[in-house]
């Protein structure tokens, strides 16, 4: 969490960063601005956020590939995105709870690949909040997927934006790239995604991204105001066996603990039988003790007895 978590002075200097490929060699060259004053007008790019996880998903998965750091790579699968995750979400799970107040590390630790979802929000909110609030310019904001359905309206309104002359020839074609996102999320996976961005999301980046968010049609006969989408048996279905599973622990909790308390009286009765037996073994002493007292006393008697009639 501490790489990725940044202010807007580390994300105002990150951004004066600019990175590039210099011909004739196109060696990488980084270049750094000095003035944030130079930017008089900002192009902001939204992607819809869970084709941004996928793609960078199969962007870390080449580079791991390509690293000899790392013994296991999961399969560049949807299957594999699962593990993918799992695998963030498990490795920083004690600095998260350490780092984040109870209620949003709780909600952290439920959605998955919480630490994309939060890169995502965090980087939209910085970028709003740079823009209005320090930098004080104009901004355009553009949807990625838009450049496929709707080019030239997207390539006029730039540059309209950018006060310069309208194209004469036509666009470029481009498609962005689509997934399947019931392939890689399940229903209840992308509602605790929703959760979590909504909860970190500034009121200006939520009004912008939260088309992405569906409400599922319990949620939206509940009083939500997003599109409707998604199968709602299936995602009860999901409920009830996290549900499950949930009630499952707390019964394997519950019977640790009545275990425990079977143990601890079990405990309890063997120590007061080995004291009532240490008790009675106490007692047969005594009794031996007084018996051998008695009969020394009857010898002692007699003795006395024999010397009186001797006398």
């Not at 993918?84 to 709780?106: G, I, R, V």
């Not at 310019?137 to 730039?158: D, F, L, M, Q, R």
């Not at 039988?273 to 018996?291: G, H, K, Q, T, Y």
Request: aromatic share 10%; net charge negative.
């Amino acid at each position: 969490p501490h790489q990725y978590l940044e202010n807007i002075t580390s994300f105002a200097d990150a951004c004066r960063n600019t990175t590039g490929r210099i011909p004739p060699k196109r060696k990488r060259h980084i270049a750094f601005m000095d003035h944030l004053t130079r930017v008089h007008k900002v192009i902001h790019m939204i992607r819809n956020p869970f084709h941004n996880f996928i793609a960078r998903f199969h962007l870390d998965i080449r580079n791991m590939e390509r690293s000899s750091h790392y013994h296991e790579v999961p399969p560049n699968t949807p299957q594999g995105f699962q593990q993918w995750c799992n695998l963030l979400d498990t490795t920083y799970q004690k600095e998260e709870q350490e780092l984040f107040e109870y209620e949003l590390a709780k909600q952290i630790r439920l959605s998955p690949c919480h630490g994309e979802v939060f890169k995502y929000i965090q980087w939209h909110n910085l970028v709003f909040q740079l823009v209005d609030d320090v930098m004080g310019v104009e901004s355009h904001v553009v949807y990625y997927e838009n450049y496929t359905h709707h080019a030239k309206e997207v390539t006029t309104g730039i540059l309209d934006f950018l006060e310069l002359p309208t194209a004469v020839s036509e666009p470029r074609e481009f498609k962005a790239k689509d997934y399947d996102q019931e392939e890689y999320y399940t229903h209840l996976q992308r509602r605790r995604m929703r959760l979590l961005a909504e909860r970190i999301a500034s009121p200006k980046t939520w009004e912008h991204v939260k088309h992405y968010f569906p409400l599922f049609k319990r949620e939206q006969e509940e009083g939500g105001g997003i599109e409707v989408e998604g199968d709602e048996e299936a995602m009860s279905t999901e409920e009830e066996s996290e549900e499950t599973l949930t009630d499952e622990s707390e019964e394997t909790t519950t019977t640790d603990e009545s275990e425990e308390t079977t143990t601890a009286e079990s405990e309890e009765v063997d120590e007061t039988a080995e004291e009532s037996e240490e008790s009675e073994e106490a007692i047969e002493e005594s009794e031996e003790v007084e018996e051998t007292l008695e009969e020394g006393s009857e010898e002692t008697t007699s003795d006395e007895e024999g010397d009186d009639r001797r006398h």
